[in-house]
Antibody, heavy 120, light 105 residues
Framework: EWQLEESGGDLVKPGGSLRLSCAASGFIFSGYNMNWVRQSPGKGLEWVAFITSRSDDIEYSDSVEGRFTIYRDNAENLLYLQMNSLRDDDSAVYYC?????????????WGRGTLVTVSS | DIQMTQSPSTLSASVGDRVTITCRASQSIKSWLAWYQQRPGKAPHLLIYRASVLQSAGPSRFSGSESGTEFNLTISNLQPEDFATYYCQEYSKHRTFGQGTKVEV
């Protein structure tokens, strides 16, 4: 069974940093593009970042470009999201998802999510 | 940017009903549209992709259709587990989600 499990969410002050992790199991992680998608009460579902299976193409939403970094470790079946210069509006549940197909794709497998709260 | 507008925001229904949710794209997205179901406290779950292709193992009471930039998700014979929030998502350019439609009792 395909599984994704996020961790690392926490309460952090504005301007702070946090690293999210996503552990994949039940499928060949190194063969799949991956994404981070977040959900907040105010902004709904929002795609955040994309990385190809071999990390040779990366894309970010405008709202996080320059502050967040997506990367992966295929040997350990792990996906990461390094979040710096956090703002109040980054507060959300962050989901790790597989991307079906090409660069811009739908999201066919989702983790349970990890909660990030940015507040002073 | 492409805007995805869902209607209605909330839909009241009963078990056994047939319900339809609409998603309109602000420009052509061809058939690059997915539908997700999200139950309270859970992650979204893919139902349909390419506007009308049912995800494997998805219940056949769910169906998708399209007409130009208007897309519909229809649930026939609504079941108790179908009371949830439904989202559309374009994957033509930007991976934009609609704002959601809550199907409630």
């Amino acid at each position: 069974e395909w599984q994704l499990e996020e961790s690392g969410g926490d309460l952090v002050k504005p301007g702070g940093s946090l690293r999210l992790s996503c552990a994949a199991s039940g499928f060949i992680f190194s063969g799949y593009n991956m994404n981070w998608v977040r959900q907040s009460p105010g902004k709904g579902l929002e795609w955040v970042a994309f990385i190809t299976s071999r990390s040779d193409d990366i894309e970010y939403s405008d709202s996080v470009e320059g502050r967040f970094t997506i990367y992966r470790d295929n040997a350990e079946n792990l996906l990461y999201l390094q979040m710096n210069s956090l703002r109040d509006d980054d507060s959300a549940v962050y989901y790790c998802t597989t991307g079906a197909g090409g660069r811009v794709a739908y999201f066919d497998v989702w983790g349970r999510g990890t909660l990030v709260t940015v507040s002073s | 940017d492409i805007q995805m507008t869902q209607s209605p925001s909330t839909l009241s229904a009963s078990v056994g009903d047939r319900v339809t949710i609409t998603c309109r794209a602000s420009q052509s997205i061809k058939s690059w549209l997915a539908w997700y179901q999200q139950r309270p406290g859970k992650a979204p779950h893919l139902l349909i992709y390419r506007a009308s292709v049912l995800q494997s193992a998805g219940p056949s009471r769910f169906s998708g259709s399209e007409s130009g930039t208007e897309f519909n998700l229809t649930i026939s014979n609504l079941q108790p587990e179908d009371f949830a929030t439904y989202y559309c998502q374009e994957y033509s350019k930007h991976r934009t989600f609609g704002q959601g439609t809550k199907v409630e009792v």
